[in-house]
């Protein structure tokens, strides 16, 4: 997860801010930065998720909410 999240894009951006990409065509080198970003960004999406839901404060609400659902109907 980390991998493809966080140090691929950070690699992206590395190698685009640092070496000179201008050989490969336009298209090609938006579409290169652009799946740098979105990956980048779904980062911390993830990252909150996972610390989000291995909460277990937000598990034992969770669960109660879960056994009120399953009581009432």
Do not use: E, W
């Not at 000179?20 to 911390?44: C, K, N, Q, V, Y």
Request: net charge positive; proline share 5%; hydrophobic share 55%.
């Amino acid at each position: 997860g980390i991998a493809v999240f966080y140090i691929l894009p950070l690699s992206i951006f590395c190698l685009s801010t640092t070496v000179d990409l201008s050989f490969l065509p336009a298209p090609i080198l938006a579409a290169f930065r652009f799946f740098g970003t979105i990956l980048f960004m779904h980062a911390t999406t993830v990252m909150s998720l996972i610390f989000l839901l291995r909460n277990p404060t937000r598990q034992k609400l969770a669960n109660s909410i879960k056994n009120i659902c399953l009581c009432t109907s």
